[in-house]
């Protein structure tokens, strides 16, 4: 059974930085596409950023030039660097994978189907 473990969440001030780590166990992502999703109190989940097998990256307008998502396909791992952190990027963070083989990027959720349990990062002003 695919399993996804977040790590790396924390407390930080406005302008501050954090990374996010994601392992895969159970099976290997290397061919399919993993992002990162988050949630804030009394709001919907939404996408945050993705990177397809090929390298493809896709980012949340909300985040683009401040967060920036890479993979290590031989330790079929996911990160997020978050720099410039703003108050708004209060949430728990999903790390997300699609078992589809070689799928696109994409920003909807129900295109992943194997989820973290999440991890919270707090920034606070």
């Known amino acids: 059974q695919a399993h996804l473990a977040e790590s790396g969440g924390g407390l930080v001030q406005t302008g501050g930085s954090l990374r996010l780590s994601c392992r895969a166990s159970?099976?290997?992502?290397?061919?399919?596409?993993m992002g990162w999703f988050r949630q804030a109190p009394g709001k919907e989940r939404e996408f945050v950023a993705a990177?397809?097998?090929?390298?493809?990256?896709d980012y949340a307008d909300s985040v683009k030039d401040r967060f920036t998502i890479s993979r290590d396909k031989t330790q079929d791992t996911v990160d997020l660097q978050m720099n410039n952190l703003k108050v708004e990027d209060t949430a728990v963070y999903y790390c997300?994978?699609?078992?589809?083989?070689?799928?696109?990027?994409?920003?909807?959720?129900?295109?992943?189907?194997?989820w973290g349990q999440g991890t919270q990062v707090t920034v606070s002003s």
């Open positions: 159970g099976r290997t992502f290397r061919h399919n596409a």
């Open positions: 997300v994978g699609d078992t589809t083989v070689w799928g696109a990027v994409r920003r909807e959720s129900d295109e992943y189907d194997v």
């Open positions: 990177q397809s097998f090929k390298g493809d990256k």
